[in-house]
């Protein structure tokens, strides 16, 4: 990697903003028109957009066919997860396991209750526009609002996007236990997804006999086999993250990274299989990112839909899904309810973004500060 100072992990912020505006592109312009209606249908509990009079607007048709196999929201995803395994371990230089918990909570948990309400509110709003009846109780709703909890219990996702985030919260698990490798910048910390792997191939193999055993930890083992395959992935960006900090060599690094690709795809689910292009095209994009940090350097466009990224990738999907269910409803075109939704999301994207999502990180840090060993800070990028 250049040697270029704050530009060598300034990139991870770039594709932070890149990633929010892939998944955003994949759907409001893909899965809104292209996927199946009835999902999205189920997901905004709404009459299925009609096909015979809202057809898939032609102009938009480039952004899906020019490279058949490419998917946007995979590759917004993976890069969402690469960026996590490689900012995450600076995070856990400072802190101890309970401060790098904390921080952690107050960074994820109050932006996503506040998202999740704004969902919540687009589907009683839709409810009441096409007189749908309200379709959740009130313990669906009060699990949703921790992510982490839904999966553990296997019930269905309200608003279509918790379940990356659900990964997230593994992976800082997986993290805090591995603190002293992390801190140390230990080559064995990499055994780690290994045992991920191996636990999963298990569990696969013997998920008949898990399903007439205990309940609870039937359920369990469904979520960790689906979490698996992308908490090896997220492993690629800690095998960046020591290439950065020389913990390891660049051929050292190249060779992990395919690696834990290969064992990625090796265990993951076969209804996934498509999207491996989009994952290794992530994994492309970053490595060149890491390597020629000056292309990928902060600019006011990059830091803004790097900041809003979080926010915007919480409240983007049911509610515009919603709101563009009805602008079309009421006779609006194609393009003006695409320009209002996306000028909506983004704006409301930016608010929470400095009312609830700076004051609640700024909580964690200070609570989280009081934890942290007596070593002097270092800076962590793109937090």
């Known amino acids: 990697m250049e040697n270029t100072g704050a530009d060598r992990v300034q990139f991870a912020n770039t594709l932070r903003g890149i990633a929010s505006v892939s998944v955003l592109i994949s759907h409001y312009t893909g899965a809104f028109w292209l996927d199946n209606r009835d999902s999205v249908a189920n997901l905004i509990h709404a009459p299925a957009l009609p096909l015979d009079k809202f057809a898939f607007p032609t102009y938009l048709s480039w952004l899906h066919t020019t490279v058949p196999q490419f998917s946007w929201g995979a590759f917004g995803v993976a890069l969402f997860f690469l960026v996590s395994g490689f ?150 960006g800690v095998a960046f993250y020591y290439l950065r900090e020389k913990a390891i060599h660049g051929e050292a690094a190249v060779l992990g990274a395919a690696a834990l690709f290969l064992l990625f795809a090796t265990i993951l689910d076969a209804g996934f299989l498509p999207m491996l292009w989009s994952y290794g095209f992530a994994v492309i994009v970053f490595a060149s990112a890491a390597t020629f940090p000056r292309v990928f350097r902060s600019t006011r466009i990059g830091d803004f839909f790097a900041d809003i990224s979080y926010p915007l990738y919480v409240i983007h999907g049911v509610a515009g899904y919603a709101a563009l269910r009805v602008l079309l409803d009421l006779g609006a075109k194609a393009w003006v309810s695409l320009a209002i939704v996306t000028a909506g999301a983004i704006a409301l994207a930016w608010l929470l973004h400095i009312t609830v999502e700076i004051p609640s990180h700024n909580l964690g840090k200070r609570l989280a500060s009081s934890l942290r060993t007596r070593h002097p800070p270092e800076p962590v990028p793109a937090e």
């Open 87 to 236: 900012v995450i371990p600076f995070s856990l230089r400072n802190a101890t396991w309970p401060a790098f918990v904390v921080g952690r909570f107050f960074r994820i948990v109050p932006l996503y209750m506040v998202g999740f309400s704004v969902t919540l509110a687009a589907i009683w709003l839709v409810g009441r526009y096409f007189d749908v009846p309200w379709p959740f109780g009130l313990r669906d709703v009060a699990i949703h609002y921790v992510p982490g909890l839904r999966d553990l219990l296997w019930l269905p996702s309200i608003d279509g996007i918790v379940w990356t985030l659900e990964i997230e919260v593994k992976f800082y698990a997986l993290c805090a236990l591995a603190i002293v490798l992390l801190r140390r910048r230990s080559p064995w910390v990499f055994v780690v997804p290994v045992v991920v792997a191996v636990l999963d191939l298990w569990g696969s193999r013997h998920m008949a006999d898990l399903a007439l055993g205990p309940p609870s930890i039937y359920r369990m083992s469904l979520a960790f086999s689906y979490s698996a395959p992308f908490l090896i992935f997220m492993f690629i």
